[in-house]
């Protein structure tokens, strides 16, 4: 009998109200069930919300450095646990074993640089125009917050949440994607041993439609930190402008990296297997496009393509798997349709392209490195989010194109060039319009301490990490002190 999991409301473990439990299984074997978790209604979120706003009041009172304090104490917790959450969460989202690890140090490294603001949470002092008058601004908690994450990242994106919105004084109800359930109850356990009073953090599991929406809709929200799809983006930022809620959005990706004549080609060999099939392609920062000089497309295809045919996919417990599962049965149809979707439009499957059946993957959603070239930009393989182990390659005549390609599209997260020749660099550094651009590295690899997001419809102007964190989970207030003992009017009012 599998293990049930409960939701975390007001410090306790306790059952949907629905009488409801849904199953989370092992993408590398459809036939393991990791466990049974709550599946919530808009009853659960009901009270869920109630319990954080009735702790909103103690949790914005409490001293910042001693909420932070409890950060550190989770981040300590998870040191310890890091193995077996890495293993709990390959189990149940797939990913090779070094990455969920990385997933979890992640969430380590966001939550240690998250508590150090407990003890800054900088404002500012300003003079007065006027006489015996001081001004400051002052950052306050927003109130009480929704965080709703997708499956990819199943610790370090809550991590990225959570830690900020604790330590600058609100209260949040959190609600992890369907596939990753254990990691989350993993998570906010520790926040519970951690010492963090009732009521300051609540989990509710359960659907988009069942749990999302009703938690977006409810009136005590005052924010919602959403991370996932374009597509279910928009609705947030749609339900939220209804009600006039403040929302921060991280959506989407299709990230190249540029490969320039110059370019140290094993080098970025490197980087386009690492950014095309770590997480099996499964990456808001996945390079999905890689954007070549026509001089050098010839040798980057061969060499490319052989090292990915060698990838071996499996499940990603096994030393030896490099390329994991995809994480569902709708999203490997969702994979294979883009690959029938790119030969359709003329362009050239030259690897992979189907289910892989190789021996260990027969049980689980696993799909072989896929790599097309003669991708026009406009198609769609080269336009839309896959998210899965597809790369389409486009061939370039010069930097200016190449840049032109990379900036052609509607999202605008992650990007990377190749060269070594500085002033192509600085050019790209300049005119690539994305959120993060790498210079001799792949399009992933981001760290907590900077700011993290993208332009167009990959985010609505708000970056994680980084101070600029801080931005999403505070309101400034500005202070006006007059110690003068009259009224003094600003403006040269007399
Ligand atoms: P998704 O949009 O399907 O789901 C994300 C979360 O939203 C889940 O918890 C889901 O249950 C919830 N949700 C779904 N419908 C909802 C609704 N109507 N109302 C409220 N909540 C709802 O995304 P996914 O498949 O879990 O994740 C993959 C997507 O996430 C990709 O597009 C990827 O690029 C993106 N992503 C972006 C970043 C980033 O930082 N930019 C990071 C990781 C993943």
């Known amino acids: ?51 954080a706003k009735s702790s909103a009041e103690m949790w914005r009172k409490f001293p910042a450095p001693k909420r932070a304090e409890i950060l550190y104490r989770v981040a300590e917790m998870l040191i310890k646990k890091k193995e077996d959450f890495a293993r709990d969460m ?10 969920t690890g990385g997933d979890v140090q992640e969430a380590i490294d966001m939550t240690y640089y998250v508590a150090g603001e407990g003890r800054r949470l900088f404002g500012d002092t300003t003079p007065s125009e006027l006489p015996n008058k001081f001004c400051m601004s002052v950052r306050i908690p927003v109130g009480v917050v929704a965080a709703i994450t997708p499956w990819n990242f199943p610790m370090a994106i809550p991590s990225w949440k959570i830690a900020p919105a604790l330590v600058t004084g609100n209260t949040v109800i959190f609600k992890p994607a369907s596939d990753t359930p254990l990691s989350a109850v993993n998570f906010v356990k520790l926040f519970e041993d951690a010492g963090l009073p009732k009521g300051v953090l609540n989990m509710v599991t359960g659907t988009g439609t069942e749990v999302g929406e009703p938690l977006i809709l409810h009136k005590d929200i005052k924010l ?21 809620k403040r929302c921060s959005l991280e959506m989407g990706g299709k990230n190249a990296i540029i490969v320039m004549d110059d370019a140290n080609l094993d080098l970025a060999i490197e980087g386009a297997i690492w950014g095309g099939f770590g997480t099996t392609g499964q990456r808001c920062t996945a390079a999905s496009r890689v954007v070549v000089h026509k001089l050098k497309a010839k040798e980057f295809i061969s060499k ?7 990838l071996k996919c499996g499940d990603g417990l096994l030393p030896d798997t490099d390329v994991g599962p995809i994480i569902n049965e709708s999203q490997l149809n969702k994979v ?23 021996k260990g993957c027969e049980k689980g959603y696993f799909y072989k490195p896929t790599i097309f070239v003669d991708v026009d930009r406009n198609m769609r393989i080269a336009q839309e989010e896959i998210f899965g182990p597809t790369v389409s390659i486009i061939t370039v005549g010069s930097l200016d194109e190449a840049i032109d390609v990379v900036n052609s599209i509607k999202y605008g997260l992650s990007s990377s060039i190749y060269t070594q020749d500085v002033n192509k660099a600085f050019v790209a550094m300049r005119d690539i319009y994305a959120g993060i651009t790498y210079i001799n590295s792949s399009t992933i690899g981001a760290e907590v301490h900077l700011p993290f997001g993208g332009v167009n419809q990959t985010g609505n102007g708000h970056r994680e990490g980084g101070t600029t964190a801080l931005d999403i989970f505070t309101e400034w207030k500005t202070l006006y ?13 007399e």
């Open 90 to 99: 390959t189990r149940e989202m797939g990913k090779v074993l070094k990455e």
């Open 481 to 493: 002190i007059d110690y003068s003992g009259r009224l003094q009017k600003a403006q040269s009012i």
């Open 336 to 358: 294979h349709d883009y690959t029938k979707t790119g030969k359709g439009e003329g362009a050239k499957l030259l690897i992979g392209g189907e289910l892989c059946t190789d």
């Open 304 to 310: 490319f393509s052989e090292r990915a045919k060698a």
């Open 224 to 244: 919602v930190s959403f991370t996932g799809s374009s597509d279910v983006g928009r609705f947030v930022a749609t339900d939220c402008a209804h009600k006039m």
């Open 1 to 51: 009998m599998p293990s049930i999991y409960k939701n975390f409301i007001n410090g306790e473990w306790v059952e949907s109200a629905s009488g409801k439990t849904f199953e989370n299984r092992n993408p590398a074997n459809k036939d393991e069930i990791i466990g049974l978790f709550q599946k919530s209604n808009a009853e659960d979120v009901n009270r869920a919300v109630e319990s």
